[in-house]
Protein backbone atom coordinates (compact mmCIF):
# COMPACT_ATOMS: atom_id res chain seq x y z
CA UNK A 1 0.00 0.00 0.00
CA UNK A 2 1.40 3.08 -0.92
CA UNK A 3 2.35 6.15 1.81
CA UNK A 4 -0.41 8.23 0.26
CA UNK A 5 -3.10 6.10 0.59
CA UNK A 6 -2.01 5.30 3.87
CA UNK A 7 -1.93 9.09 4.50
CA UNK A 8 -5.78 9.37 2.99
CA UNK A 9 -7.28 6.62 5.10
CA UNK A 10 -5.21 8.38 8.19
CA UNK A 11 -6.96 11.43 7.39
CA UNK A 12 -10.82 9.86 6.86
CA UNK A 13 -10.51 8.38 9.72
CA UNK A 14 -9.48 11.07 11.76
CA UNK A 15 -12.14 12.84 10.00
CA UNK A 16 -14.67 9.83 11.19
CA UNK A 17 -13.68 10.39 14.50
CA UNK A 18 -14.14 13.71 14.97
CA UNK A 19 -17.80 13.21 13.54
CA UNK A 20 -18.59 10.46 15.81
CA UNK A 21 -17.27 12.53 18.79
CA UNK A 22 -19.77 15.20 17.20
CA UNK A 23 -22.46 13.22 17.03
CA UNK A 24 -22.35 12.12 20.15
CA UNK A 25 -21.90 15.57 22.04
CA UNK A 26 -24.69 16.55 20.18
CA UNK A 27 -26.66 13.69 21.52
CA UNK A 28 -25.79 14.29 25.21
CA UNK A 29 -25.75 18.15 24.90
CA UNK A 30 -29.85 17.67 23.55
CA UNK A 31 -30.58 14.90 25.82
CA UNK A 32 -29.42 16.43 29.34
CA UNK A 33 -30.27 19.78 28.98
CA UNK A 34 -33.58 21.89 29.38
CA UNK A 35 -32.67 25.20 27.47
CA UNK A 36 -34.50 25.38 25.02
CA UNK A 37 -31.92 27.05 22.33
CA UNK A 38 -29.19 24.36 23.17
CA UNK A 39 -31.86 21.60 22.45
CA UNK A 40 -32.01 23.19 19.02
CA UNK A 41 -29.37 25.00 18.52
CA UNK A 42 -26.36 23.08 20.73
CA UNK A 43 -23.11 24.60 19.14
CA UNK A 44 -24.61 28.19 18.50
CA UNK A 45 -25.94 28.40 21.88
CA UNK A 46 -23.25 27.64 23.35
CA UNK A 47 -21.95 30.18 21.29
CA UNK A 48 -24.35 32.88 22.90
CA UNK A 49 -23.49 32.01 26.48
CA UNK A 50 -19.95 33.11 25.26
CA UNK A 51 -20.71 36.64 24.28
CA UNK A 52 -23.06 36.67 27.26
CA UNK A 53 -20.54 36.00 29.48
CA UNK A 54 -17.90 38.75 28.06
CA UNK A 55 -20.19 40.82 27.34
CA UNK A 56 -19.98 43.54 30.06
CA UNK A 57 -16.53 43.48 29.87
CA UNK A 58 -16.70 44.52 26.28
CA UNK A 59 -19.29 46.81 27.13
CA UNK A 60 -17.12 48.40 30.26
CA UNK A 61 -14.46 48.91 27.93
CA UNK A 62 -15.44 49.51 24.49
CA UNK A 63 -19.29 50.40 23.61
CA UNK A 64 -20.30 51.95 26.61
CA UNK A 65 -19.90 56.17 26.38
CA UNK A 66 -17.50 57.22 29.04
CA UNK A 67 -20.80 59.32 30.88
CA UNK A 68 -22.53 55.79 30.50
CA UNK A 69 -22.21 52.55 32.76
CA UNK A 70 -23.72 51.49 36.19
CA UNK A 71 -23.17 51.76 39.11
CA UNK A 72 -20.37 54.09 38.37
CA UNK A 73 -19.53 55.48 34.56
CA UNK A 74 -15.87 55.25 33.05
CA UNK A 75 -15.85 59.23 33.62
CA UNK A 76 -16.32 58.60 37.71
CA UNK A 77 -13.72 55.84 37.70
CA UNK A 78 -11.07 57.86 36.32
CA UNK A 79 -11.82 60.71 38.51
CA UNK A 80 -11.08 58.53 41.06
CA UNK A 81 -8.19 57.26 39.13
CA UNK A 82 -6.08 60.62 38.59
CA UNK A 83 -6.75 61.55 41.76
CA UNK A 84 -5.37 58.29 43.70
CA UNK A 85 -2.66 57.54 41.57
CA UNK A 86 -1.27 61.08 39.85
CA UNK A 87 -2.70 63.55 42.55
CA UNK A 88 -4.17 65.37 40.02
CA UNK A 89 -7.79 66.00 37.90
CA UNK A 90 -6.46 67.70 35.24
CA UNK A 91 -8.45 67.33 32.27
CA UNK A 92 -8.02 68.63 28.37
CA UNK A 93 -10.60 69.83 26.08
CA UNK A 94 -13.50 70.21 28.38
CA UNK A 95 -15.95 67.99 30.55
CA UNK A 96 -17.75 65.09 29.50
CA UNK A 97 -20.69 66.12 30.99
CA UNK A 98 -23.71 65.95 29.30
CA UNK A 99 -24.84 70.00 30.07
CA UNK A 100 -27.96 69.45 28.20
CA UNK A 101 -29.51 67.30 31.08
CA UNK A 102 -31.21 68.48 34.29
CA UNK A 103 -28.43 68.57 36.98
CA UNK A 104 -27.05 69.81 40.03
CA UNK A 105 -24.47 72.70 39.73
CA UNK A 106 -22.13 74.73 42.73
CA UNK A 107 -22.61 78.32 41.69
CA UNK A 108 -19.71 80.53 41.44
CA UNK A 109 -18.91 83.74 42.56
CA UNK A 110 -17.72 86.82 40.39
CA UNK A 111 -14.89 87.38 43.32
CA UNK A 112 -13.83 84.04 44.47
CA UNK A 113 -11.57 84.16 47.71
CA UNK A 114 -7.61 83.77 47.32
CA UNK A 115 -5.87 80.45 48.59
CA UNK A 116 -4.31 82.57 51.41
CA UNK A 117 -8.05 83.75 52.56
CA UNK A 118 -8.96 80.17 53.04
CA UNK A 119 -9.74 78.94 56.50
CA UNK A 120 -7.30 75.97 55.83
CA UNK A 121 -4.48 74.67 57.67
CA UNK A 122 -1.61 74.44 55.57
CA UNK A 123 1.34 74.37 58.08
CA UNK A 124 1.21 70.64 57.87
CA UNK A 125 2.60 68.75 55.47
CA UNK A 126 4.34 65.08 54.71
CA UNK A 127 6.30 62.62 52.33
CA UNK A 128 4.23 61.59 49.85
CA UNK A 129 4.27 59.43 46.95
CA UNK A 130 2.74 59.79 43.62
CA UNK A 131 2.91 58.00 40.02
CA UNK A 132 4.36 59.74 37.67
CA UNK A 133 4.09 58.76 33.88
CA UNK A 134 7.36 58.18 31.82
CA UNK A 135 5.77 56.98 28.48
CA UNK A 136 2.58 55.44 27.40
CA UNK A 137 2.20 53.12 24.15
CA UNK A 138 -0.34 51.03 22.84
CA UNK A 139 -0.33 47.90 25.36
CA UNK A 140 1.14 49.43 28.40
CA UNK A 141 2.27 52.38 30.87
CA UNK A 142 5.64 53.22 32.11
CA UNK A 143 5.08 54.97 35.51
CA UNK A 144 7.04 55.54 38.42
CA UNK A 145 6.24 55.86 41.77
CA UNK A 146 8.04 58.73 42.87
CA UNK A 147 8.36 60.34 46.08
CA UNK A 148 7.62 64.10 47.23
CA UNK A 149 6.08 66.33 49.85
CA UNK A 150 2.44 67.41 49.76
CA UNK A 151 -0.20 69.38 51.98
CA UNK A 152 -2.31 67.67 54.30
CA UNK A 153 -5.33 70.21 53.35
CA UNK A 154 -6.74 69.76 56.82
CA UNK A 155 -9.84 72.08 58.40
CA UNK A 156 -8.24 74.78 61.10
CA UNK A 157 -9.02 74.06 64.41
CA UNK A 158 -11.65 76.29 64.71
CA UNK A 159 -13.53 74.52 61.33
CA UNK A 160 -12.84 70.77 63.08
CA UNK A 161 -15.79 68.92 63.39
CA UNK A 162 -15.94 67.62 67.15
CA UNK A 163 -18.66 64.46 67.59
CA UNK A 164 -19.75 63.84 71.09
CA UNK A 165 -18.26 66.55 72.50
CA UNK A 166 -20.33 65.72 75.54
CA UNK A 167 -18.47 62.20 75.54
CA UNK A 168 -15.52 61.91 78.16
CA UNK A 169 -13.65 60.57 74.51
CA UNK A 170 -15.04 63.13 72.50
CA UNK A 171 -13.48 62.66 68.49
CA UNK A 172 -12.10 65.67 66.67
CA UNK A 173 -11.79 65.35 62.97
CA UNK A 174 -10.04 67.98 60.91
CA UNK A 175 -10.98 66.53 57.68
CA UNK A 176 -14.48 65.71 56.04
CA UNK A 177 -13.94 62.72 53.91
CA UNK A 178 -13.45 59.09 55.30
CA UNK A 179 -14.18 55.58 54.19
CA UNK A 180 -17.69 54.37 54.71
CA UNK A 181 -18.55 50.82 55.96
CA UNK A 182 -16.75 47.52 54.75
CA UNK A 183 -17.10 44.00 56.48
CA UNK A 184 -14.06 41.48 56.65
CA UNK A 185 -15.98 39.35 54.97
CA UNK A 186 -16.88 41.64 52.11
CA UNK A 187 -13.39 42.73 51.72
CA UNK A 188 -10.22 41.02 52.50
CA UNK A 189 -7.39 41.69 55.12
CA UNK A 190 -5.41 43.61 52.48
CA UNK A 191 -7.86 46.10 51.56
CA UNK A 192 -8.19 47.00 55.49
CA UNK A 193 -4.38 47.81 55.76
CA UNK A 194 -4.31 50.02 52.19
CA UNK A 195 -7.44 51.88 53.20
CA UNK A 196 -6.32 52.28 56.97
CA UNK A 197 -2.74 52.95 56.44
CA UNK A 198 -3.69 55.66 53.86
CA UNK A 199 -6.18 57.00 55.90
CA UNK A 200 -3.82 57.78 58.49
CA UNK A 201 -1.01 59.17 56.65
CA UNK A 202 -3.62 61.82 54.83
CA UNK A 203 -4.63 62.80 58.62
CA UNK A 204 -7.96 63.49 59.40
CA UNK A 205 -9.77 61.11 58.30
CA UNK A 206 -10.89 57.36 59.02
CA UNK A 207 -11.98 53.72 58.23
CA UNK A 208 -15.31 52.02 59.16
CA UNK A 209 -15.21 48.26 60.06
CA UNK A 210 -18.56 47.69 58.96
CA UNK A 211 -21.11 45.32 60.39
CA UNK A 212 -18.46 42.18 60.48
CA UNK A 213 -16.30 43.00 63.49
CA UNK A 214 -13.06 44.52 64.84
CA UNK A 215 -9.94 42.11 63.59
CA UNK A 216 -6.33 42.84 64.15
CA UNK A 217 -5.36 44.28 61.04
CA UNK A 218 -8.40 47.48 61.34
CA UNK A 219 -5.92 48.24 64.79
CA UNK A 220 -2.47 47.73 63.26
CA UNK A 221 -3.37 50.68 60.42
CA UNK A 222 -3.30 53.23 63.06
CA UNK A 223 -6.26 54.86 61.32
CA UNK A 224 -9.49 56.66 63.32
CA UNK A 225 -11.88 53.50 62.81
CA UNK A 226 -15.65 53.76 63.20
CA UNK A 227 -16.59 50.28 64.48
CA UNK A 228 -19.80 49.29 63.44
CA UNK A 229 -22.65 47.16 65.16
CA UNK A 230 -24.97 45.53 63.14
CA UNK A 231 -28.25 43.19 63.78
CA UNK A 232 -26.30 40.26 63.62
CA UNK A 233 -24.05 41.45 66.83
CA UNK A 234 -20.85 40.04 65.09
CA UNK A 235 -17.88 40.72 67.46
CA UNK A 236 -20.34 41.78 70.05
CA UNK A 237 -21.99 39.07 70.89
CA UNK A 238 -21.91 36.03 73.62
CA UNK A 239 -22.13 31.96 72.52
CA UNK A 240 -25.99 32.69 72.66
CA UNK A 241 -26.00 35.53 70.31
CA UNK A 242 -27.32 37.84 72.62
CA UNK A 243 -25.32 40.99 73.04
CA UNK A 244 -22.19 41.07 75.23
CA UNK A 245 -21.41 44.66 77.15
CA UNK A 246 -18.19 42.90 77.81
CA UNK A 247 -17.02 42.74 74.39
CA UNK A 248 -18.45 45.87 73.54
CA UNK A 249 -16.30 47.24 76.56
CA UNK A 250 -13.13 45.30 75.50
CA UNK A 251 -13.31 47.31 71.92
CA UNK A 252 -14.14 50.28 73.74
CA UNK A 253 -11.15 50.68 75.92
CA UNK A 254 -9.44 50.92 72.48
CA UNK A 255 -7.48 53.80 71.61
CA UNK A 256 -7.67 53.64 67.24
CA UNK A 257 -11.67 53.45 67.91
CA UNK A 258 -12.88 57.07 68.10
CA UNK A 259 -16.76 55.88 67.94
CA UNK A 260 -19.37 52.90 67.48
CA UNK A 261 -22.19 53.23 64.58
CA UNK A 262 -25.25 50.96 65.12
CA UNK A 263 -26.49 49.89 61.46
CA UNK A 264 -30.11 50.21 61.08
CA UNK A 265 -29.98 50.16 57.27
CA UNK A 266 -28.12 49.52 54.69
CA UNK A 267 -28.65 51.40 51.01
CA UNK A 268 -28.34 48.60 49.17
CA UNK A 269 -29.65 45.98 51.58
CA UNK A 270 -32.08 47.05 53.63
CA UNK A 271 -33.12 43.77 54.84
CA UNK A 272 -29.68 43.04 56.60
CA UNK A 273 -26.87 41.83 55.62
CA UNK A 274 -25.15 39.29 53.56
CA UNK A 275 -22.44 37.28 53.03
CA UNK A 276 -21.89 34.23 50.85
CA UNK A 277 -21.20 31.32 52.36
CA UNK A 278 -17.87 30.40 50.12
CA UNK A 279 -16.69 34.11 51.35
CA UNK A 280 -16.87 32.58 55.17
CA UNK A 281 -13.23 31.25 55.92
CA UNK A 282 -12.03 30.16 59.25
CA UNK A 283 -10.90 33.73 60.51
CA UNK A 284 -14.46 34.78 59.51
CA UNK A 285 -16.51 32.30 61.45
CA UNK A 286 -14.34 32.86 64.26
CA UNK A 287 -15.02 37.04 64.21
CA UNK A 288 -18.02 36.81 63.46
CA UNK A 289 -19.12 33.22 66.06
CA UNK A 290 -20.74 31.50 62.88
CA UNK A 291 -19.76 28.10 61.04
CA UNK A 292 -17.41 27.90 58.75
CA UNK A 293 -18.56 27.66 54.54
CA UNK A 294 -22.33 29.12 55.93
CA UNK A 295 -23.97 31.72 54.34
CA UNK A 296 -24.44 34.75 56.67
CA UNK A 297 -27.64 36.45 56.09
CA UNK A 298 -28.11 39.51 59.24
CA UNK A 299 -31.45 40.20 60.73
CA UNK A 300 -33.12 42.57 59.16
CA UNK A 301 -32.98 44.52 62.76
CA UNK A 302 -31.83 44.25 66.25
CA UNK A 303 -34.04 41.89 68.10
CA UNK A 304 -34.18 43.47 71.23
CA UNK A 305 -34.90 47.44 70.14
CA UNK A 306 -38.47 47.42 69.05
CA UNK A 307 -39.29 51.29 68.92
CA UNK A 308 -37.29 54.91 69.14
CA UNK A 309 -37.02 54.86 72.97
CA UNK A 310 -35.50 51.60 73.10
CA UNK A 311 -32.98 52.54 70.55
CA UNK A 312 -32.21 55.77 72.30
CA UNK A 313 -31.87 54.80 75.38
CA UNK A 314 -29.43 51.37 74.45
CA UNK A 315 -27.91 54.13 72.53
CA UNK A 316 -27.72 56.01 75.95
CA UNK A 317 -26.44 53.07 77.34
CA UNK A 318 -23.42 51.89 75.17
CA UNK A 319 -22.24 56.21 75.47
CA UNK A 320 -22.06 55.90 79.52
CA UNK A 321 -20.53 52.96 79.72
CA UNK A 322 -17.81 53.30 76.76
CA UNK A 323 -17.17 57.07 77.22
CA UNK A 324 -17.22 57.22 73.21
CA UNK A 325 -19.23 58.53 70.35
CA UNK A 326 -22.46 56.59 68.92
CA UNK A 327 -24.05 57.28 66.27
CA UNK A 328 -26.93 55.34 63.86
CA UNK A 329 -26.60 54.85 60.17
CA UNK A 330 -30.47 54.51 58.65
CA UNK A 331 -31.69 54.49 55.61
CA UNK A 332 -34.70 57.41 54.70
CA UNK A 333 -37.90 55.68 53.75
CA UNK A 334 -41.46 56.17 55.42
CA UNK A 335 -41.70 60.12 56.63
CA UNK A 336 -43.58 58.57 60.19
CA UNK A 337 -41.00 56.40 61.57
CA UNK A 338 -38.07 59.46 60.38
CA UNK A 339 -40.71 62.06 62.52
CA UNK A 340 -40.65 59.74 65.28
CA UNK A 341 -36.99 59.25 66.21
CA UNK A 342 -36.47 62.77 66.48
CA UNK A 343 -39.93 63.76 68.51
CA UNK A 344 -38.78 60.56 70.82
CA UNK A 345 -35.11 61.82 71.10
CA UNK A 346 -36.74 65.12 72.18
CA UNK A 347 -38.78 63.95 74.70
CA UNK A 348 -36.09 61.97 75.94
CA UNK A 349 -33.20 63.80 76.06
CA UNK A 350 -30.96 61.12 74.80
CA UNK A 351 -29.18 61.95 71.33
CA UNK A 352 -27.22 60.18 69.26
CA UNK A 353 -23.35 61.76 68.49
CA UNK A 354 -23.84 61.50 64.43
CA UNK A 355 -25.92 60.10 62.34
CA UNK A 356 -25.42 58.68 59.37
CA UNK A 357 -27.71 58.99 56.07
CA UNK A 358 -27.21 56.07 53.52
CA UNK A 359 -28.63 56.78 50.18
CA UNK A 360 -30.38 53.82 48.38
CA UNK A 361 -28.11 54.19 45.33
CA UNK A 362 -25.49 52.81 48.05
CA UNK A 363 -22.90 50.10 47.52
CA UNK A 364 -22.65 46.59 48.44
CA UNK A 365 -20.19 43.12 48.15
CA UNK A 366 -23.72 41.45 47.71
CA UNK A 367 -27.75 41.91 48.34
CA UNK A 368 -30.73 41.58 46.90
CA UNK A 369 -31.68 43.24 43.45
CA UNK A 370 -35.36 44.05 44.25
CA UNK A 371 -33.55 45.90 47.31
CA UNK A 372 -30.88 47.11 45.45
CA UNK A 373 -33.44 48.87 43.15
CA UNK A 374 -36.47 50.17 44.89
CA UNK A 375 -36.12 50.35 49.02
CA UNK A 376 -34.98 54.06 50.05
CA UNK A 377 -34.55 56.93 49.35
CA UNK A 378 -31.64 58.30 47.09
CA UNK A 379 -28.91 60.22 48.40
CA UNK A 380 -30.10 63.42 47.66
CA UNK A 381 -33.55 63.63 48.67
CA UNK A 382 -32.71 61.10 51.74
CA UNK A 383 -30.59 63.82 52.80
CA UNK A 384 -32.72 66.85 51.98
CA UNK A 385 -35.93 64.76 53.67
CA UNK A 386 -33.89 63.84 57.14
CA UNK A 387 -32.15 67.72 57.70
CA UNK A 388 -35.22 69.52 57.11
CA UNK A 389 -37.02 67.51 59.50
CA UNK A 390 -34.15 67.83 62.06
CA UNK A 391 -34.47 71.51 61.22
CA UNK A 392 -38.38 71.36 61.73
CA UNK A 393 -37.75 70.08 65.18
CA UNK A 394 -35.29 71.92 66.04
CA UNK A 395 -32.39 69.01 67.03
CA UNK A 396 -30.41 69.38 63.90
CA UNK A 397 -27.25 71.00 66.41
CA UNK A 398 -27.96 67.73 68.69
CA UNK A 399 -25.55 65.59 66.53
CA UNK A 400 -23.24 65.44 63.50
CA UNK A 401 -24.53 64.26 60.15
CA UNK A 402 -22.67 61.90 57.67
CA UNK A 403 -23.93 61.03 54.15
CA UNK A 404 -22.67 58.22 52.31
CA UNK A 405 -24.03 56.32 48.65
CA UNK A 406 -22.41 57.17 45.48
CA UNK A 407 -19.95 60.14 47.17
CA UNK A 408 -16.61 59.41 45.13
CA UNK A 409 -16.30 62.87 43.36
CA UNK A 410 -15.47 66.76 44.61
CA UNK A 411 -18.25 67.63 43.00
CA UNK A 412 -20.60 65.18 44.65
CA UNK A 413 -19.33 65.51 48.20
CA UNK A 414 -19.15 68.97 47.79
CA UNK A 415 -23.67 68.99 47.00
CA UNK A 416 -23.95 66.56 49.76
CA UNK A 417 -21.74 69.17 52.85
CA UNK A 418 -24.10 71.97 51.42
CA UNK A 419 -27.45 70.66 51.60
CA UNK A 420 -26.30 69.91 55.31
CA UNK A 421 -23.85 67.40 56.18
CA UNK A 422 -20.47 67.46 58.10
CA UNK A 423 -19.01 65.30 56.57
CA UNK A 424 -18.90 62.26 53.76
CA UNK A 425 -18.27 58.57 53.69
CA UNK A 426 -17.25 56.81 50.83
CA UNK A 427 -16.29 52.93 50.33
CA UNK A 428 -16.33 52.16 46.59
CA UNK A 429 -14.35 55.60 46.49
CA UNK A 430 -11.80 53.91 48.45
CA UNK A 431 -12.35 50.37 46.92
CA UNK A 432 -11.54 52.47 43.39
CA UNK A 433 -8.76 53.89 44.87
CA UNK A 434 -7.22 50.77 46.43
CA UNK A 435 -7.19 49.37 42.53
CA UNK A 436 -10.81 48.06 42.36
CA UNK A 437 -11.18 47.66 38.36
CA UNK A 438 -15.24 47.30 38.89
CA UNK A 439 -15.13 43.70 37.59
CA UNK A 440 -18.61 42.84 39.53
CA UNK A 441 -17.17 40.16 41.09
CA UNK A 442 -17.65 41.38 44.83
CA UNK A 443 -20.04 38.54 45.40
CA UNK A 444 -17.61 35.88 44.01
CA UNK A 445 -14.74 35.88 46.71
CA UNK A 446 -13.13 36.25 43.05
CA UNK A 447 -12.48 39.83 42.29
CA UNK A 448 -9.20 40.03 40.57
CA UNK A 449 -7.81 43.42 41.89
CA UNK A 450 -7.42 41.31 45.58
CA UNK A 451 -10.18 43.70 47.16
CA UNK A 452 -13.44 42.39 47.79
CA UNK A 453 -11.71 38.79 48.48
CA UNK A 454 -10.32 36.55 51.55
CA UNK A 455 -8.61 34.41 49.11
CA UNK A 456 -5.17 34.39 49.73
CA UNK A 457 -4.57 33.87 46.08
CA UNK A 458 -6.49 36.87 45.03
CA UNK A 459 -5.23 38.81 47.56
CA UNK A 460 -1.88 38.08 46.10
CA UNK A 461 -2.97 41.33 43.52
CA UNK A 462 -3.25 44.00 46.73
CA UNK A 463 -0.22 45.12 47.78
CA UNK A 464 -1.14 47.33 50.75
CA UNK A 465 2.13 49.18 50.85
CA UNK A 466 2.08 50.25 47.69
CA UNK A 467 -1.84 51.18 47.29
CA UNK A 468 -1.63 52.82 50.85
CA UNK A 469 -0.26 55.98 48.98
CA UNK A 470 -3.22 55.53 46.50
CA UNK A 471 -5.55 56.19 48.90
CA UNK A 472 -3.61 59.06 51.13
CA UNK A 473 -3.44 60.59 47.47
CA UNK A 474 -7.31 59.92 47.23
CA UNK A 475 -8.02 61.31 50.63
CA UNK A 476 -6.08 64.24 50.02
CA UNK A 477 -7.04 65.43 46.77
CA UNK A 478 -10.65 65.34 47.67
CA UNK A 479 -9.91 67.59 50.29
CA UNK A 480 -7.93 69.99 47.86
CA UNK A 481 -10.25 70.44 45.30
CA UNK A 482 -13.19 70.55 47.99
CA UNK A 483 -11.48 73.93 49.06
CA UNK A 484 -11.16 74.73 45.26
CA UNK A 485 -14.83 74.52 45.05
CA UNK A 486 -15.46 76.76 48.31
CA UNK A 487 -13.31 79.15 47.01
CA UNK A 488 -14.91 79.54 44.02
CA UNK A 489 -17.94 79.61 45.36
CA UNK A 490 -17.04 82.70 47.55
CA UNK A 491 -16.19 81.30 51.20
CA UNK A 492 -13.44 79.93 53.07
CA UNK A 493 -14.13 76.56 53.98
CA UNK A 494 -16.40 73.53 52.51
CA UNK A 495 -18.33 74.04 56.20
CA UNK A 496 -19.84 77.50 54.90
CA UNK A 497 -21.06 75.59 52.19
CA UNK A 498 -24.95 76.12 51.92
CA UNK A 499 -27.98 75.54 49.53
CA UNK A 500 -27.50 78.76 48.51
CA UNK A 501 -24.18 77.90 46.91
CA UNK A 502 -26.05 74.65 44.63
CA UNK A 503 -28.50 75.52 41.72
CA UNK A 504 -30.81 72.86 39.68
CA UNK A 505 -31.26 73.36 35.74
CA UNK A 506 -34.01 71.49 34.17
CA UNK A 507 -33.85 69.91 31.01
CA UNK A 508 -35.24 73.62 29.44
CA UNK A 509 -32.47 75.96 31.05
CA UNK A 510 -34.48 76.92 34.09
CA UNK A 511 -32.69 77.19 37.28
CA UNK A 512 -33.44 77.60 41.02
CA UNK A 513 -31.09 77.52 43.49
CA UNK A 514 -31.39 74.76 45.96
CA UNK A 515 -32.48 77.32 49.09
CA UNK A 516 -35.41 78.00 47.03
CA UNK A 517 -36.12 74.58 46.35
CA UNK A 518 -35.91 73.55 49.72
CA UNK A 519 -35.61 76.28 52.01
CA UNK A 520 -34.27 75.35 55.25
CA UNK A 521 -31.00 74.93 55.72
CA UNK A 522 -28.02 73.61 57.97
Not at 256 to 278: D, M, S, T, V, Y
Not at 286 to 298: A, D, F, L, Y
Not at 378 to 392: E, G, K, Q, S, V
Request: glycine share 10%; net charge positive.
Amino acid sequence: MSETLLVIISILLFLMLLLIVFFIITFFIKKRTHHSILKLHPYLGRMRYLLEKIGPEFRQYWFDHDTDGKPFSRYDFQSVMFLAKYRSEILGFGSKRDFESSGYYIANTLFPILTEELSVNLTQEREGKKYVIHKEGLFSRREKLTADTTNLWLYEEEYAIIVGENRKYPWKLHGMFGASATSYGAIGENYILASGFGAKMAGGSWINTGEGGVIPEHLHTGANIVAQIGPGLFGYRDEDGNFSMGKFMEKAKESNIKAFELKFGQGAKIRGGHLEGQKVNEKIASVRNVRKGETINSPNRFSFLKNAADTLCFIQQLQESGGKPVGMKIVIGQQEPLEDLIKTMKELNIYPDFITIDGSEGGSGATYKSMADCMGLPLIPALLTFIDTANYYGVRNKFKVFASGKLITPDKVAIALAIGADAVSSARGFMMASGCIMALQCNSGQCPSGVATTNPHYQKALDPYEKKWRVMNYIISMRYSLFSLAAAAGVKSPRHLTREHIVFKDEVGRVVSLSELFPTSK
